[in-house]
């Protein structure tokens, strides 16, 4: 497993919910701030009335006996009863703000709304993107592990929603700088939204132990600006080009290996007799940065050794090694790197 790559795309604070972006972001981290200062402050109290106990009464002196006991009195029982009961009744409110603040109820996609509504199915151990509307048309494509929403303008805030379901157990979607995890439970729909102005890469990380490569399921949301986001959607909703005569020997015979074996049987290619649904569609394989949900960059070299044997680098994962020979991989990434 590549590591260094993981530590280049991971840094910590690309991962820390005080860099929020969102509105939902910006609730919880200052949530948790208001929270930490209260905790934190009946903290200090309490180690500090335990630490001058402690030095004050070190040593009992010559003369001293037990020191006065109290049994039952009335004011203490009430003053810490009431004082306890109020800090938590304060902090259920302001926890209930944050809720509020948080969960939207996504809107029907209208003509003219400048929303994105994408279906997220959460798998072991990588992420499909269905993407439904935008801007109130309908979009009908799928993609995988690689998230991209439009970032809003002053003209319109561009908010994104997200349908999270689950095609075999538990996941949790959660990009830290993007707002609070959202569930993805089997037989359940759960929702989510993004709205931020900043475009750039936010990364992520699935957050509920799902088996063997809960670790390898990484998140990668590209916010980008609205005219590149539209090039991007006009790109993936292209078919592929297929059979064009330029196409060499190689590429020729890649794609009759992929389609005569049994990459089909998982993998889609729109346009083409691969329409397998169990594995990421792969379209438009080449638009994507990186293989194997996030674990190592899509480059020839390592889509290669990646086909050669996918569990040497993510060890666990559903895609078996088939034992190809040299020829019929050659061919097979000649023919994905047509795949753009
Ligand atoms: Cu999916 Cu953890």
Request: aromatic letters at 10%.
């Amino acid at each position: 497993m590549d590591w260094t790559l993981i530590a280049e795309c991971l840094p910590m604070q690309e991962l820390s919910i005080y860099r929020p972006v969102t509105p939902a972001g910006e609730s919880i981290a200052q949530l948790s701030f208001l929270v930490f200062a209260i905790t934190g402050g009946i903290f200090l109290v309490v180690s500090g009335v335990l630490a001058y106990c402690i030095v004050r009464f070190r040593r009992r002196g010559p003369n001293e006996n037990e020191p006065p006991q109290v049994y039952g009195s009335v004011p203490i029982e009430l003053a810490w009863t009431a004082a306890p009961l109020l800090i938590v009744f304060f902090l259920v409110l302001v926890t209930t703000r944050t809720l509020w603040e948080v969960e939207v109820d996504p809107p029907q996609p209208t003509v003219g709304d400048k929303t994105l509504f994408v279906t997220v199915v959460g798998r072991q151990w990588w992420w499909e993107y269905r993407y439904d509307y935008y801007d109130g048309k309908p979009l009908g494509f799928t993609t995988a592990n690689e998230l991209h929403i439009p970032a809003g303008d002053d003209d319109a805030p561009r908010r994104t929603f997200l349908t999270l379901v689950s095609a075999d157990v538990c996941h949790s979607f959660w990009v830290p700088r993007l707002g609070g995890k959202t569930d993805l439970i089997p037989g359940r729909i759960n929702s989510t939204w993004i709205e931020t102005k900043s475009p750039g890469l936010y990364l992520g990380q699935c957050a509920e132990f799902c088996g063997t490569q809960h670790a390898g399921m990484l998140l990668r949301v590209d916010v980008e600006e609205p005219a590149v986001f539209a090039a991007w959607l006009e790109r993936e909703q292209a078919k592929v080009v297929v059979g064009t005569t330029e196409e060499s020997a190689a590429v020729e015979r890649g794609r009759v290996a992929f389609q005569s074996l049994s990459c089909v049987n998982c993998h889609a290619v729109r346009g083409t007799p691969a329409v397998g649904t169990f594995g990421p569609d792969l379209t438009h394989l080449m638009a994507r940065k990186t293989l194997a949900s996030g674990l190592i960059p899509n480059d020839r070299e390592r889509l290669r050794s990646w086909l050669v044997n996918p569990q040497a680098i993510k060890p666990g994962c559903l895609m078996p090694s088939f034992q190809l020979n040299d020829d019929q991989l050659d061919g097979i990434v000649a023919y994905l790197e047509t795949l753009r």
